[in-house]
Every structure is written in C-alpha cells, then in structure tokens.
C-alpha cells in the first residue's frame, strides 16, 4: 500500500467550505478509479490553517494511473468552484510495511 501526503494552507474561516468541496470534487473523482481505498484529513491543532490530506491506494502503480488530464479538469473544477487556486505546500509519499 502507498500513501499520497499533501499538506495545504487553507484559512479557517475557509476551511468548512473547502473539505466540503474537496469531498464533492476531489474525493468522488479520485475514489472511481481501481486501488484508491480512502482518503483522511488531518487537522494540526498547533496550525489551524494547515490540512494533510492522506489517500491511501493499493499500489504506486494504481495511484499513478488516474490520468493527467483527469487530474487537470479536476484541479481546474475545484478552483472555480472555490473561487481561488490552494497550491500544496509539501507533497510526499509513504509506502505501508
């Protein structure tokens, strides 16, 4: 098993909106394809702007195969519908052993 780690700075007073649009966009898309089992976010009590989001997929080989273009519409949905653009700070990946 493989682990996508995103980190991402939203404001708090964003921060409802915002996991509820990932939910509707981000997360329905990405739970379609073959290998994706399921996705956690983390809330650092010490930095309240910051979320880790954890997806969590069978495989390198799974999470690698959702197509670039895919992943480009879904970006390009999520910041029109949230009305501005949240870059990842950090991005890293674990394996399970």
Aim: proline residues 5%; glycine residues 2%; hydrophobic residues 40%.
């Amino acid at each position: 098993m493989v682990v996508e780690w995103l980190k991402v700075s939203v404001p708090k007073q964003k921060r409802d909106r915002y996991l509820q649009v990932d939910a509707e966009i981000w997360s329905a898309t990405l739970s379609k394809y073959p290998g994706y089992i399921k996705k956690e976010i983390w809330l650092d009590p010490n930095r309240e702007d910051d979320l880790i989001m954890v997806i969590y997929w069978e495989s390198k080989e799974a999470w690698k195969s959702v197509p670039a273009d895919v992943l480009e519409e879904t970006d390009r949905r999520f910041t029109e519908a949230m009305g501005e653009s949240f870059p990842f700070l950090e991005e890293r990946e674990f394996f399970v052993i």
